[in-house]
């Protein structure tokens, strides 16, 4: 392996020196051709040949390349000069996580430091332990993203459609039988929440609205994992079951969907923006949030989530590039649930999948089964493992599909073939989930009765609330926006405070 791009030499070879020898002895003969003799040519070359010409004595330190021999690794790993210490910064690999380097491991190619010598004695390298600390288990480090190649279409699954395991050891150990009761008992929640809502909408009593049913295992899969007032939510509008796992209370969601723009107002403590029409335009709020919070050094992480289409939107690449431009502790998702409104994804991007578009701003990737709660337990527990470590964004895939229509406004029978729906109907994440519990003795037909009865009780007197409570006062139309008012706002505010006062909202009202 050649060295002369590591190192410094401080003399040049014997070769080299003969033939700038040489090039000089011809010019020299070209302007004065009667002055010159072929023996004292000869004799001067005779005299290069058997001698160095040393370079200029340099003050500075001279770089020495030393090179540890019988070691071979697949790439080198290049490391900083430092006096009397080794340490590893990071591999040439492509996004490396490096939980212990040890030195007597097999490799391909050796294995270059640099140390910096004195004018007069070198200094030999202190032999040292080459260590990465992580608080992740060395046998969870990169057990999907490595082993799972996005290029082939290579999809994690860990529970089948009959509710069996298929590799136990795949299986998150902190996702407990308790915690996936406690995540079907949410999913179940709000597929029923979404049945309601429509109910409530085709009434006339509700606005339109967007549901999650098809993609609960997916949404509760990865928000039950964040910890709250600490973590960062950043959704769309298609996130019912991630904003109920969240801690956003279900009458701040039936208020939104009932045109009440205070249903967007989170508890103190959560961590949840705003239902985000604009398509795509949350992944660059969460780079950015991301950004903040490596500055401060919290370890916060970042979780933002789209559809199929919102990756074909321009800041899909650009909040990415961003991302892992600054190796931010972001999880950045993709929910393919096959339709983007009417637009089919064959129809949308010619991409071989959707994690695979990670690739073009070096994000590592990969696809999961998005009805699979395991799957997706044990791919957004390693991403966001990876992203707290500091080893920045991961892009995920969740292969899911939208049972529902696009909104409450919507007829996919008109575009979606009734065959393909048929055969997602098998693949509903809350049966599937449904048959694990029933197979651990945990589940049966009375107490899934007991907790649709006790669950749409809730619903009821949650949508009751917003109903007493759905009042709007149109001056609000000034507020929340400023801490203080510019004059020319305040001068308008109270310009229709004035007006509302005498004339009331049936005038220059709604």
């Known amino acids: 392996m050649k060295s002369s791009n590591f190192c410094l030499t401080n003399f040049y070879t014997k070769d080299k020196t003969l033939r700038i020898k040489k090039g000089r002895n011809k010019t020299n003969n070209q302007k004065n051709k009667t002055s010159s003799s072929k023996a004292a040519v000869q004799n001067q070359e005779l005299i290069a040949s058997q001698n160095v010409i040393k370079a200029p004595v340099i ?3 001279v770089i020495k390349e030393e090179i540890i021999s019988q070691l071979i690794i697949e790439k080198p790993i290049i490391t900083k000069p430092i006096i009397e210490e080794v340490i590893v910064e990071e591999s040439i690999i492509t996004d490396p996580i490096i939980e212990e380097v040890i030195i007597e491991e097999v490799i391909k190619e050796p294995i270059i430091t640099k140390t910096i010598l004195g004018e007069e004695d070198e200094k030999p390298i202190k032999k040292t332990n080459i260590k990465k600390e992580t608080n992740l288990k060395k046998e969870q480090i990169m057990k999907f993203f490595e082993k799972y190649d996005s290029s082939k279409n290579q999809r994690v699954e860990i529970l089948d459609l009959e509710g069996k395991i298929i590799n136990e050891s795949l299986r998150p150990k902190e996702l407990t039988d308790e915690k996936v009761l406690e995540a079907y008992k949410i ?18 009593k509700m606005l339109s609205f967007l549901s999650s049913t098809g993609q609960e295992a997916t949404e509760v899969g990865y928000a039950m994992q964040l910890n709250k007032g600490q973590d960062w939510f950043v959704g769309a509008y298609r996130n019912n079951a991630a904003w109920l796992t969240s801690g956003i209370p279900m009458r701040n969601i039936m208020l939104y969907w009932s045109g009440n723009e205070l249903g967007n107002v989170t508890p103190e403590g959560v961590n ?4 985000n029409i604009p398509i795509a335009t949350q992944y660059s709020h969460a780079s950015g949030i991301a950004f903040a919070e490596k500055y401060k050094k919290t370890k916060n992480v970042v979780l933002t989530t789209t559809g ?3 990756s074909s939107e321009g800041e899909f690449y650009e909040a990415m590039n961003f991302a892992k431009l600054h190796e931010v502790p972001c999880v950045f998702m993709v929910e393919n649930n096959k339709w983007a409104i009417s637009t089919p994804r064959v129809k949308a991007t010619k ?12 994000i590592r990737n990969v696809i999961v089964d998005g009805n699979d709660i395991f799957a997706v337990y044990a791919v957004v527990q390693e991403a966001i493992a990876l992203a707290r ?10 292969d899911t599909y939208r049972l529902g229509a696009h909104s409450s406004s919507d007829d996919p029978k008109v575009y979606r073939p009734e065959a393909e729906f048929q055969e997602a109907l098998t693949r509903d994440p809350l049966i599937r989930t449904k048959k694990y519990l029933m ?14 009865n006790e669950q749409e009780e809730f619903i009821k007197a949650e949508f009751k609330w917003v109903v007493e409570n759905n009042k709007v006062d149109l001056i609000d139309i000034f507020q929340y926006n400023y801490e203080k008012m510019p004059p020319l706002l305040e001068e308008q505010y109270q310009e229709a405070k004035e007006h509302f006062e005498k004339h009331g909202y049936e005038r220059g009202g709604h």
């Open 389 to 398: 470590e500091g080893k920045g964004p991961s892009l995920i895939e969740f």
């Open 59 to 61: 003050k500075e330190p």
């Open 272 to 275: 949840v923006l705003p239902v």
């Open 187 to 204: 999913m179940n929640l709000s597929r029923n929440q979404d049945n309601y809502q429509n109910k409530m909408q085709r009434l006339g």
């Open 351 to 362: 991409a071989l999948n959707f994690a695979i578009k990670g690739v073009a701003v070096g």
């Open 308 to 310: 199929d289409g919102g």
């Open 439 to 452: 197979s651990k003795n945990l589940w049966d037909e009375d107490k899934q009765a007991k907790l649709d």
